[in-house]
Each structure stands twice: as structure tokens, then as C-alpha cells.
Nanobody, 122 residues
């Protein structure tokens, strides 16, 4: 399985970005997908996750109400809509996928994509 993340960039505080994570090599409709981020000098942290069907979502407290995770299984793609961005959201964002369908908030994912950098200026 290969995961390709894209959509990062530079945005002003209060702005929006949408990240995409496209999967190939496996049908992902039974696989949970998640987004994690890592800021310079910090450990990777959980952001959001979604179950294989899309019915269950989980969010870190720091992004609840601002970020929305979704997926389109017909396109084998997960998305992270990020609104009301803050400078503290600046990080490299990674997408992961699990063989199981439950959306874990830990980093127990089987597949990882490369990161996409999000920079929020104040």
C-alpha cells in the first residue's frame, strides 16, 4: 500500500487548507485512516482518524471544531479539512492507514505516507 499526501502550504492565521491522502495498492474501504502531525522539535501527535466506512471519526482536542476528516472510498482517498488555522497548527502532516477498520488515536498504523508541510503565519 502506498499513501500519497498533498495539500500543504503556507496560509495566514484564520485561513483554511484541505489535505488529501490518496491510497494505492489496496482497496481501503475496510481500513481506518488517520492524520498525524509533527512540529519541529516535537513528537508526532494524533490529529484525526476515520473508520473504514466513514461512520466513526475521532479528533484530538486541539483541533475539534476546526478540522474535519472525511473519506471517499470510491477514490481511495481521505481528506482533512482544516479551518480557523492557528500558528500552533504549523507542522508536517502525515497520513496513515490501518489494516483494521477502527480509527485509532495512537500511531498503530500499518502504512504511512510522506509528510506534507503546513505553515500558518500569524
Amino acid at each position: 500500500v502506498q499513501l500519497q499526501a498533498c495539500g500543504g502550504g503556507l496560509v495566514q492565521s484564520g485561513g483554511s487548507l484541505r489535505l488529501s491522502c490518496a491510497a494505492s495498492g489496496r482497496t481501503m474501504s475496510t481500513s481506518a485512516m488517520g492524520w498525524f502531525r509533527q512540529a519541529p522539535g516535537k513528537e508526532r501527535e494524533f490529529v484525526a482518524a476515520i473508520s473504514g466506512s466513514g461512520a466513526i471519526t475521532r479528533y484530538a482536542d486541539s483541533v475539534k471544531g476546526r478540522f474535519t476528516i472525511s473519506r471517499d472510498n470510491a477514490k481511495n482517498t481521505a481528506y482533512l479539512q482544516m479551518d480557523s488555522l492557528k500558528p500552533e497548527d504549523t507542522a508536517e502532516y502525515f497520513c496513515g492507514a490501518r489494516r483494521g477498520s477502527q480509527p485509532y488515536a495512537t500511531s498503530d498504523y500499518d502504512y504511512w505516507g510522506q509528510g506534507t508541510l503546513v505553515t500558518v503565519s500569524s
